[in-house]
């Protein structure tokens, strides 16, 4: 692209023509350290389940805490996953259908399978 | 005679040439975060359709009998090791993109380091859990 079609704003911005594109890049990095962050509550989460039968672990999970903790780490780890398996996807299969169909069902996948893994948690917490 | 458009794409080099390259622990540690993040991926969609169906079964005592099995204790293993690699690694790919540890030095140290960690961490793991 030749530099004099672009307006100086534009080039400041940095962003194209469709203005966006950034981020893919960035919300990867942001889930990969929100996730880093809440391995912290897994761990004190299997401290407390450690070695003990599958009613303790229901009940364990009953609290309200770490419900909502299970589901904001679920959904968390389900969109960074999208993400970088649509990184993986754009850069091995160079079928452009395949690729969109590809994405589009792992999306599609994932968005199914929060909704239903969000209903599963609910129905644990009013057991 | 001039080539078609399609004979030409065919024509373009495809890179990167992987396998003429001698395994390095860049590289090598480059690819298995790929690896294991598409695993984790199908692992993390596996327990959680496992534990979705086990809630709608009325937590029928069938879904946790598949944890006798020894194939699946070896998948759980496998998958708990590939999460503290891609954790470690991870880390790592944090750290380069605040724009430090880009010396071979710095990158050779990082990833055995991150080998040596993600080792550790799966074996404290299963000694506590």
Not at chain 2, 36 to 57: D, E, H, K, P, R
Not at chain 2, 83 to 110: E, K, V
Request: aromatic share 16%.
């Amino acid at each position: 692209m030749k530099s004099e079609y672009r307006s100086d704003l534009s080039k400041a911005k940095n962003l194209g023509a469709a203005g966006s594109g950034s981020h893919h890049w960035w919300h990867q990095r942001l889930t990969a350290i929100i996730i880093s962050l809440m391995i912290l509550w897994v761990i004190s989460f299997f401290g407390d389940i450690s070695k003990s039968n599958i009613t303790t672990v229901v009940s364990h999970l009953q609290k309200p805490f770490n419900i909502v903790m299970l589901l904001i780490l679920f959904f968390t780890v389900m969109y960074h996953a999208v993400l970088g398996m649509q990184v993986v996807i754009e850069d091995y299969i160079s079928c452009r259908a395949s690729r969109f169909v590809l994405v589009v069902g792992i999306q599609i996948f994932a968005i199914i399978t929060v909704i239903f893994f969000a209903f599963a948690a609910f129905y644990v917490m009013i057991l | 005679m001039q080539k078609s458009r399609e004979e030409i794409h065919k024509a373009r080099p495809i890179s990167p040439h992987l396998s003429i390259y001698k395994p390095q622990i860049s590289s090598v540690l480059s690819i298995g975060h790929r690896l294991s993040g598409v695993g984790l991926f199908f692992m993390i969609s596996a327990l959680g359709w496992w534990f979705i169906l086990w809630v709608f079964s009325k937590f029928d005592p069938i879904y946790l009998k598949i944890f006798d099995s020894s194939f699946v204790r070896f998948l759980l293993i496998v998958t708990s090791y590939g999460f503290f690699y891609h954790l470690c690694t991870g880390i790592r790919h944090l750290i380069w993109d605040t724009g430090w540890g880009f010396s071979i030095r710095a990158i050779n140290y990082s990833g055995w380091l991150a080998v040596i960690a993600s080792i550790l961490l799966t074996l404290i793991f299963w000694m506590f859990v």
